[in-house]
């Protein structure tokens, strides 16, 4: 989706290195999140944010931390990888209103 | 906690086939039910969004129908194509959050 964009594309970690996700969208929207895909899971959301300057906890918030400064910038970031956290991270975003989720393209991550 | 289920997880049909996916959910308290489509390797891309007052919405070949007092959404794909194999999911928004079902797969053949 051309609107949000995530960086890197692909990353290997080693058990207990950190790292931080970027996710940039240009669609002006308020409600930024992060999910990860685990096969045969579905889709979990990690944390999520309403707006500038604010975060919540998802459905799986430990292990991660993320930081809303700019209202186009979602970042989430691994303090101490660990082999769990291996997946594919997207971020998504949308207006608010009940309006539909965009999606990024992913990050596969693989913790070593 | 809203728990999302699609089922089956995986469908092969001949092209020109209707396809059927289903999705239910516990929580009849939800904002609005999604349909997403997503390819291998890619994102999720929002195909149809039914608001909780509606029943049903439609694009093209594609049609989506809501029963909140049931906990269930269809998905309705007519005369199946090669090109519409992939993985569906739903997902069911409440409180800013969407529930995700795992998927169905999809695979039409030629």
């Known amino acids: 989706n051309a609107g949000v964009t995530q960086t890197p594309k692909f990353r290997v970690l080693k058990t207990g290195q950190s790292m931080t996700l970027l996710c940039a969208q240009d669609m002006n929207h308020e409600y930024m999140y992060w999910y990860r895909q685990d096969p045969g899971m579905g889709l979990r959301l990690i944390h999520y944010s309403v707006g500038e300057g604010t975060t919540a906890k998802g459905e799986v918030p430990d292990g991660y931390n993320v930081s809303r400064l700019k209202k186009q910038n979602f970042l989430l970031g691994l303090e101490s990888a660990a082999p769990s956290q291996t997946s594919v991270y997207f971020c998504?975003?949308?207006?608010?209103?009940?309006?539909?989720?965009?999606f990024g393209s992913g990050t596969q991550l693989s913790v070593l | 906690k809203q728990e999302v289920t699609q089922i089956p997880a995986a469908l092969s049909v001949p092209e020109g086939e209707n396809l059927v996916l289903n999705c239910s959910f516990t929580d009849s308290a939800i904002y609005n039910l999604q349909w997403f489509r997503q390819d291998p390797g890619k994102g999720l891309t929002s195909l149809l969004l039914i608001q909780s007052s509606q029943r049903e919405q439609t694009s093209g070949r594609l049609n989506a129908s809501l029963d909140k007092s049931s906990g269930r959404s269809t998905l309705y794909i007519a005369a199946s194509q090669p090109g519409d194999s992939a993985t569906y999911l739903c997902a069911a928004t409440h409180d800013y959050k969407l529930s995700f079902g795992a998927g169905t797969t999809v695979t039409v053949r030629a």
């Open positions: 998504a975003t949308h207006r608010g209103g009940g309006e539909k989720l965009f």
